[in-house]
Nanobody, 124 residues
């Protein structure tokens, strides 16, 4: 059974950092593109970062460039999202997702499997 499980969310003050992790089971991450998305209340799901299957290409939303990074460990079956200098506008539920074609992208409709999400709240 294909499953993605996110962890690491929580409450953080503005300027702080969090590291989210996405653990995959039931399949190998090696050949697939991995994306991190977020959805704030009343807003559409937004592509934040995406790494292609070969790790040669990475998409960053303009709003997170210079603050967020993505990394994967295929041996462990995990993909991490390091978030630094968090701001109130980063508050959202964060999801990891897999695109079976391996292509980089920012559209939620492109991705085939999703985790259940983890809440990130940035507030003083």
């Amino acid at each position: 059974q294909v499953q993605l499980v996110e962890s690491g969310g929580g409450l953080v003050q503005p300027g702080g950092s969090l590291r989210l992790s996405c653990a995959a089971s039931g399949f190998s991450l090696d050949y697939y593109a991995i994306g991190w998305f977020r959805q704030a209340p009343g807003k559409e799901r937004e592509g934040v970062l995406c790494m292609s299957s070969s790790d040669s290409d990475t998409y960053y939303a303009d709003s997170v460039k210079g603050r967020f990074t993505i990394s994967r460990d295929n041996a462990k079956g995990t993909v991490d999202l390091q978030m630094n200098n968090l701001q109130a506008e980063d508050t959202a539920v964060y999801y990891c997702a897999v695109d079976l074609t391996g292509r980089i992208g920012s559209s939620a409709g492109q991705f085939d499997y999703w985790g259940q999400g983890t809440q990130v709240t940035v507030s003083s």
